[in-house]
């Protein structure tokens, strides 16, 4: 059974940094790329960066220069650390991955298949 459990969010002011988490279990980590989205109150949940199994990376407009994706394969975990966050950055953060190996990220969260539970990120202006 695939999990993808998330940890890290959390309040922080606005120019402050972040660090997420994304474990996996139930499968082998690096055949498969990881992605993570962002729903905001109101809003639809869109792409902020994804991690292809071959560790090619892609950015959101948004959050490139200011968010880097990572992983560590030896610990089947995935990283979103967060700098020079703003207020328009509050979100539930969530990761995702598809059921399928060895394919590319997609931003359509309709490309994958497992999701984590989220984890809250507020930005105090």
């Known amino acids: 059974q695939v999990q993808l459990v998330e940890s890290g969010g959390g309040l922080v002011q606005a120019g402050g940094s972040l660090r997420l988490s994304c474990a996996q279990s139930?499968?082998?980590?690096?055949?498969?790329?990881m992605a993570w989205f962002r729903q905001a109150p109101g809003k639809e949940r869109e792409f902020v960066t994804a991690i292809s199994w071959s560790g090619d990376t892609s950015y959101a407009d948004s959050v490139k220069g200011r968010f880097t994706v990572s992983r560590v394969i030896a610990k089947n975990t995935v990283y979103l650390q967060m700098n020079s966050l703003k207020p328009e950055d509050t979100a539930v953060y969530y990761c995702?991955?598809?059921?399928?190996?060895?394919?590319?990220?997609?931003?359509?969260?309709?490309?994958?298949?497992?999701w984590g539970q989220g984890t809250q990120v507020t930005v105090s202006s």
């Open positions: 995702a991955s598809p059921k399928t190996p060895y394919i590319a990220a997609s931003i359509a969260p309709s490309a994958y298949d497992y």
């Open positions: 139930g499968r082998t980590f690096s055949r498969y790329t």
